[in-house]
């Protein structure tokens, strides 16, 4: 039933873009999502779309996958197309009473779409090619310089990647608390909107109880291993630069030089 | 008055990479008054059996009819289904959710459209029926330990008075002493109110002394499908599929070998002991 829903999901494979450290990974992706938004013509988005699946390519992960992170989003996409498409003032090409289709609407509207597009796909390779834990790692060690202003950084990491393992654990329980609860002849699929809020509380106080009596669980077992939090904490799999770790950000870098010039300063 | 399999398949996320064929061509048709072990290692497809018993998986290829009727037909009474036929979970008290005891037990009764006196009454006979003292009626069921939440939870399926009883894993992660208590207190349902009941399990021990008939399930399909005896009699094949049969299986089978007359089919602890004295006296 709820299975469906995945957030963050990663794809098993090795692929070149699997092994890159994660925080070059971080990285990337922010510069991808920052060159987005830079570039304003069209040999800027022939740049990204190069990019975006050379990356794809390298990474091994079939495009259905990506595709399907798009799913979610495709009302968002129709209505920023539909809104920028008829409603840009500009020069005028088609009209019909108060809609009008400009020049400047195509371009903002097939700018908007693209951007939204590549925003998602590009994020998601990221997620793809990294298991959760390795992202949390690479933001604990890529952020670690904020420790000089007392920020609690590892232990941000560690909630953050509890919370991502408990999602699908989450998600599994719903499943079961409803299946029994339906079992005892609860509706959870009335259209009254009344009581579908009440349905939900045999739903919802199970699963609290659940989550706290797991977290609870969690808590214990990690103190039993004499977890004290980040001071002084070592890693069976430090995070190391390689080689391809710093031909990776040349890369990027390059693109970015790239995005700038092409994609704004250049004039054709 | 039956409830048949026919031919039933059940395949997990079907059509993407991470399917799993969870049921593979099970059928089997079980008659009213059994009392019925659904057996197998872990993994083997039995809680996903039973789900397909009150309509809460479908199919994904197959027939499931329940008193003649398809239960998988676009008109047919689901909600009635799942009251004719109560489903325990595994860790059944994981899903109580009321202030109180009684009106947890009450929630199955109210949503089955009995009005609140009935549901009342048939939760207060379920609570009496497995046991819970009167002064725990009203107390929290988050309170309690965790036997008498599983009885209470029990009791929640009970309440709706069906005619078919389906329990999956009653036992887990309970000490003997509790286990014993919920296997008689089964018994004792099936025995004086009698229902049908099918109990899922993968202890060998916990069901031979109570079932009549043992459905033996090992990846996605029914492996063995007969009495007690005539299952433990192959422990041999039962292991070479992760299950093992009782100890006092072994322990005749042993002792058979150093040259006692004993019956190697007694299945229970007192059928062992008959046999052995009777050996002795020889
Ligand atoms: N919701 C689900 N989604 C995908 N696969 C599942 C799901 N539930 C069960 N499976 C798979 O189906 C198979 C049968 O699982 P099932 O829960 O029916 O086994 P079981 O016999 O009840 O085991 P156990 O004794 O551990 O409870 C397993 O391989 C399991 O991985
Ligand atoms: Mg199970």
């Given amino acids: 039933m709820i299975r469906d829903i995945t957030i963050g999901q990663y794809y098993s494979t090795d692929s070149l873009i699997h092994r890159l450290d994660p925080r070059v990974k971080l990285v990337g992706t922010l510069c991808y999502i920052i060159s987005l938004f830079l570039i304003n013509n069209w040999p800027g988005y022939i740049i990204a779309t190069a990019f975006l699946f050379m990356v794809i390519a390298l990474s091994r992960v079939p495009v259905k996958f990506m595709v399907r992170g798009l799913r979610a989003i495709v009302l968002l996409l129709i209505i920023a197309g539909v809104v920028n498409l008829f409603f840009t003032p500009g020069e005028e090409l088609w009209a019909w009473k108060k809609l009008s289709i400009t020049k400047e609407g195509i371009t903002m509207a097939s700018t908007m779409v693209l951007r939204l597009i590549f925003l998602i796909m590009g994020s998601s390779i990221m997620t793809l090619t990294t298991t959760p834990n390795n992202l949390t790692d690479g933001l604990e060690k890529g952020l670690s310089f904020l420790k000089i202003f007392k920020a609690p950084v590892h232990e941000m990491a560690m909630m953050m990647s509890i919370a991502l393992r408990f999602i699908p654990i989450l998600l599994e329980e719903t499943d079961k608390i409803m299946k029994a609860q339906i079992a005892r002849g609860a509706d959870f699929e009335s259209k009254n909107l009344i009581k579908k809020a009440k349905a939900l509380v045999p739903l919802l106080v199970p699963l609290f109880v659940s989550a706290f009596r797991r977290a609870n669980d969690l808590a214990l077992a990690m103190e039993a291993r004499c977890y004290r939090g980040g001071d002084g904490r070592t890693k069976m799999k430090p995070l190391i630069y390689k080689k391809a770790d710093a031909a990776a950000y040349l890369v990027i870098l390059l693109y970015m030089i790239a995005c700038i010039y092409f994609g704004r300063i250049f004039k054709f | ?282």
């Fill in chain 2, 1 to 282: 008055m039956s409830i048949i399999l026919d031919h039933v398949c059940h395949t997990y996320e079907s059509g993407t990479d991470l399917k799993s064929d969870a049921l593979k061509d099970v059928s089997f048709k079980i008659e009213d008054g059994e009392f019925v072990g659904l057996i197998g290692h872990t993994g083997s497809g039995k809680s996903t059996l039973v789900q397909h018993l009150n309509g809460l998986l479908k199919p994904t290829s197959g027939n499931i009819y329940f008193d003649g009727a398809d239960i998988n037909d676009s008109d047919y009474d689901r909600k009635n289904l799942r009251r004719q036929v109560g489903l325990v979970f595994q860790y059944p008290e994981h899903q109580l959710f009321e202030a109180d005891v009684f009106s947890d037990v009450s929630f199955g009764p109210k949503n089955m459209g009995f009005d609140k006196k009935e549901a009342e009454l048939t939760a207060y006979s379920a609570l009496e029926m497995v046991g819970i003292p009167h002064d725990l009626f009203y107390v929290s069921p988050f309170d309690l330990s965790g036997g008498q939440k599983r009885r209470v939870a029990i009791a929640g399926v009970l309440a709706m008075k069906p005619r078919v009883l389906v329990l999956d894993e009653p036992t887990a992660g309970l000490d003997p002493a509790g286990r014993d208590e919920i296997l008689s207190l089964i018994k004792k349902l099936h025995d004086e109110n009698k229902i049908t009941v099918i109990l899922v399990s993968h202890s060998m021990e916990d069901v031979a002394n109570y079932v009549d008939r043992i459905i033996v399930m090992n990846d996605g399909s029914v492996y063995l499908d007969d009495t007690p005896r005539n299952v433990f009699s192959h422990y041999r094949e039962l292991e070479s599929i992760g299950l093992s049969a009782p100890a006092v299986t072994y322990i005749l089978g042993a002792l058979q070998n150093k040259g006692f007359n004993v019956d190697t089919n007694a299945t229970t602890i007192d059928e062992a002991l008959h046999t052995i004295l009777h050996a002795l006296k020889a």
